[in-house]
């Protein structure tokens, strides 16, 4: 049975993008690996996001993605863009029954945050 998982983007910079995703996206670091750092170890409640240096990846950096849903992501949106995060759009209500907007890093790994439409 299978029980969590973990996304891990490949990054150029693991301290640049360390830092985006802690000042820009909110994320808590949970861990630092390496001297110096090439594996970090990021959370926000309930999710967990890892990043790897390229040097250190079978992967080229930028072509990543996940979505991670959320509470209210009209608020969470305000909330990024006032940080300064890079948002690739403002909130949207999709056909699929989802409510999404899409971030990038500073490498080009995409987020996407969703909340459930209520079904009428």
Known sequence: MMRGSTTVFTVK?????????????????????????SYV???SGEVSLHLIAAAQAPRPPGHGAV??????????HADLTRRGAKT????????????????????????????ELKKS
């Not at 993008?17 to 390496?34: I, P, Q, T």
């Open 13 to 37: 910079d693991v301290a640049a993008s360390l830092a985006y995703y802690r000042d820009h996206v909110g994320f808590d670091v949970a861990f630092e690996y390496g001297s110096p750092t």
């Open 88 to 115: 690739l759009n403002t909130p949207k209500d999709q056909d699929y029954g989802l409510r999404d907007f899409a971030i990038a890093d500073i490498d080009g790994n995409m987020i996407f945050f969703a909340t």
């Open 41 to 43: 170890g990021l959370c």
């Open 67 to 76: 979505s991670i849903y959320v509470d209210d992501v009209d608020a969470l």
